[in-house]
């Protein structure tokens, strides 16, 4: 068994995750409460203009020698510390992203895939194949996370909820690949 033998499980799991991507966001709406409100969102807003898009450091230093410097001292003690993502300017679109999104789920499936065809052979039943590739799909849903909390302060109930969504992942895609595999 081959990873192109694994095309219709790879092609399932990624639509059944997307839907369950699309209720997690659209019904449950337990993401909701990841964002906060500025204090002053206009005075934000109006700081943040001019800024092309991309991932901002403040106060910006990426050099540690700069932190010996007194000047930049005073400016991570008297805060705000950030990282900021700035986006293009206009009312968001979906398509793009949920194309995007179904390609990743695709992209996972074929890991799936790859750990499946070779660590299982045809005769698999049902509850292996749905470990390896429950196992791979959960794995490669979740663990990228820790480091942005760690490193970049996502905060932990955050990256705990996106646990939550990587096990229905998981979970699913297990199925399908236990089922049709």
Not at 34 to 42: K, L
Not at 117 to 134: I, Q
Request: hydrophobic residues 50%.
């Amino acid at each position: 068994m081959g990873i192109i033998d694994l095309w219709l499980p790879i092609l399932v799991s990624a639509a059944v995750c997307w839907v369950m991507s699309a209720i997690i966001w659209t019904v449950l709406k337990y993401h909701n409460r990841d964002y906060a409100q500025t204090a002053d969102e206009e005075a934000v807003r109006a700081a943040l203009k001019g800024n092309r898009p991309g991932f901002y450091l403040l106060p910006y230093c990426v050099d540690p020698a700069e932190l010996k410097n007194e000047d930049v001292k005073r400016k991570y003690e008297e805060g705000p510390l950030a990282y900021i993502t700035m986006l293009p300017s206009g009312v968001p679109t979906m398509g793009a992203k949920l194309i995007a999104q179904i390609a990743f789920f695709i992209a996972v499936g074929i890991v799936c895939a790859y750990f499946v065809s070779r660590t299982l052979g045809p005769e698999a039943d049902y509850l292996a194949t749905f470990r390896v590739a429950g196992a791979v799909a959960f794995l490669a849903n979740s663990f990228a996370y820790i480091p942005e909390s760690i490193w970049f302060g996502r905060p932990w109930p955050m990256t705990v909820k996106s646990f939550v969504d990587a096990l229905l992942y998981g979970l699913l895609t297990g199925g399908v690949f236990g089922w049709l595999a």
